[in-house]
């Protein structure tokens, strides 16, 4: 199947290797196999970059219901890359500051960036226990865990394309953009939580 996935990839249908790699992947499941092994490892990757081509084919959501539908396929795209990392990174079959582990967790720290709705409740991590996350989290701490992911990749791409390199400085401006947003986003936390104290107590808070 991982053969026949790929190769309708090659002729430009994607929807049937999605398919195919998400039927290869269920077959495989029950076995107690590493994430780094061969074809789950392939297999993986070639899934995550599947649902990816996915996610961005869709619209954007003009309801409710679409606007769930893309948080489910947002979310099951994070979990399909950290699975990749975990397979690249943990099992350690490539070596620190390795162009594929750099490569791996940048697609992951990129996707966390994605919108969902911040009320919509998280989703069973896969591969992210390591960060410290059981849950793929919503809201801003969903951007602390893409900013840690994306240190993380900067760090590596570094090591394996060099300092001065297009995708480190991509990355490198990301993740300084992120960590803006995500102050921003504490100093907002912080004010609110101020109003409603005050509002307890009777009295006013300031910043």
Request: contains cysteine; hydrophobic residues 35%; charged residues 25%.
């Amino acid at each position: 199947m991982l053969h026949r996935a790929y190769s309708y990839r090659k002729t430009t249908d994607p929807a049937c290797a999605l398919k195919y790699s998400t039927k290869s992947l269920a077959l495989l499941s029950p076995y107690p196999l590493h994430k780094s092994s061969d074809p789950f490892l392939a297999l993986s990757r070639l899934h995550g970059a599947l649902l990816i081509h996915e996610l961005g084919t869709l619209p954007e959501p003009t309801s409710i219901q679409e606007q769930e539908t893309r948080n489910t396929k947002v979310d099951e795209t994070c979990h399909a890359t950290a699975r990749v990392v975990s397979g690249v990174c943990e099992d350690r079959i490539f070596c620190f500051g390795h162009p594929v582990r750099g490569v791996a967790l940048a697609e992951l720290g990129k996707l966390l960036c994605v919108d969902v709705s911040p009320n919509a409740p998280g989703s069973n991590g896969t591969g992210l226990e390591s960060y410290g996350w059981s849950r793929i989290p919503r809201g801003t701490a969903r951007l602390q865990l893409a900013a840690q992911i994306l240190a993380r990749a900067q760090k590596e791409l570094e090591i394996g394309f060099g300092k001065d390199a297009d995708v480190g400085k991509g990355v490198r401006k990301m993740l300084t953009d992120l960590e803006r947003e995500v102050g921003a986003w504490r100093k907002i936390e912080r004010i609110t939580t101020l109003q409603k104290l005050g509002n307890v107590g009777g009295g006013d808070f300031a910043e």
